[in-house]
């Protein structure tokens, strides 16, 4: 049976809530920074985005664009508020959703969408008013509608800000063709730069190709997934961290170095959950795009929250299979649950614990394993509390 599914993302997201409770920002450029670290924009309201910054914009380059722009630290903790109140309306309209991220949610209509009588249109255009009603008069979200989550997700991206899409199975793949490769979720850096190299930017040049079949499922917009939560949001499924290098990573030294720095930081954010994990990846990505990337996964019986002993496990699986040339890594912790051990004998939680504490107090990374010494430290964006969009699709492929 066809189903019918519906994507809504919320529309600059953290500087539109910023916006929201602050109306001195009402109308104007705003950027979202990290309190602290290194200075990039991690969100940009609508008005800046017309000045060119957006997401990874460092600080210098957005003052640059937009002078008069506006910086606000971010503040998660409103933004999740925010998010649950998003969640809760959207749970009115069918018990079968997605939370995919803090600011997006999938919503399976098949059934629900009979008991309006404008059907699947009516749904969304009040969707939309009970959040500006509920968040507030300055939430703005955009509304994808198909058959897939794929091209739903696509839907939503076509129109912003405030945009319903709808793609039908006759008119999707005529809608689709001049969008570009980059745009596709499941399209990560890698891909798009095989496809560049292959003279394809756009899905009709793309489908023009002879392709490797995951990719080509992906230019077909041919993916039909199964939404995989049903419910409400579930913070705790898995922390990943991603760092894309400005360089590539040509040494096993380097790599390694990245990887457990990124496990440093996913470990932090365990604990910090009070929580931890039993199945670890570690994922890397280079150029040329296009050639086998290196992916590994490994469960154990036993859940940690040790930064060592998951760099081990991940380091054993890399030594395996070294690979060079990387410009992006990514870490991810599952099968999460809370950590209810804490053993009296054992002195190495203990340890860990006393130096979160420093880090607490002093700042991310004031104490940190002699192996780091020497080299930049990477504080990467917190894009996976709610599972990181990359490795669920990936996942959900494997
Ligand atoms: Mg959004």
């Known amino acids: 049976m066809q189903r019918t599914i519906l994507h809504l993302d919320m529309n600059s997201y953290f500087a539109t809530a910023e916006q929201q409770v602050n109306p001195y920002l009402q109308g104007k450029p705003v950027g979202i920074i990290k309190a602290e670290g290194r200075g990039c924009v991690i969100a940009a309201s609508i008005e800046a985005k ?17 002078p008069q722009i506006v910086l606000v630290p971010s503040d998660m903790d409103k933004y999740f508020a925010l998010t649950q109140r998003m969640i809760k309306i959207l749970a009115d309209y069918s018990p079968t959703l997605e939370v995919f991220s803090i600011d997006e949610c999938f919503v399976d209509v098949t059934d629900s969408q009979k008991l309006w009588a404008g059907g699947v249109w009516q ?6 008013l009970k959040i500006r009603e509920e968040l507030g008069e300055w939430m703005k979200c955009s509304i994808g509608i198909s058959f897939t989550k794929l091209l739903a997700k696509l839907a939503s991206e076509m129109k912003k800000p405030d945009g319903l899409t709808f793609l039908t199975p006759e008119s999707y793949l005529e809608e689709t063709k001049n969008v570009a490769v980059s745009e596709i979720c499941g399209i990560g850096y890698a891909r798009t730069a095989y496809l560049h190299s292959r003279g394809a930017y756009t899905l009709e040049q793309a489908r023009l190709l002879k392709l490797p079949i995951e990719i080509e499922d992906l230019v077909w917009l041919r ?22 290098t400005y360089e590539t990573l040509n040494s096993k030294f380097e790599i390694l170095k990245l990887t457990r720095n990124l496990v440093e930081e996913a470990c932090m954010k365990l604990r910090e959950m009070g929580m931890c994990g039993r199945t670890f990846c570690l994922s890397l990505d280079g150029l040329p ?12 019986k036993t859940p940690t929250d040790d930064p060592l002993v998951i760099y081990d496990l991940l380091n054993k699986e890399y030594e395996k299979r070294p690979t060079t040339g990387v410009r992006q890594a990514g870490v991810w912790i599952s099968s999460l649950m809370f950590n209810v051990q804490g053993s009296m004998f054992n002195k190495r939680p203990n340890l860990l614990r006393a130096v979160d504490k420093v880090n607490e107090k002093w700042g991310l990374f004031t104490m940190y394993p002699g192996v780091l010494l020497g080299s930049e430290l990477i504080r990467p964006e917190v894009t996976g509390f709610l599972g990181d969009k990359w490795y669920r699709f990936r996942e959900s492929r494997l």
């Open 123 to 128: 749904m969304a255009i009040e969707m939309k």
């Open 50 to 66: 017309k000045f060119g910054v957006k997401t990874g914009t460092t600080v210098w380059e957005a003052k640059k664009l937009c």
């Open 223 to 244: 993916i039909n997934d199964e939404l995989t939560t049903v419910g409400g949001l579930d913070p705790a499924k898995s922390v990943s961290r991603t760092y894309a």
């Open 289 to 300: 795009a296009g050639r086998q990337d290196f992916w590994a996964r490994v469960t154990i």
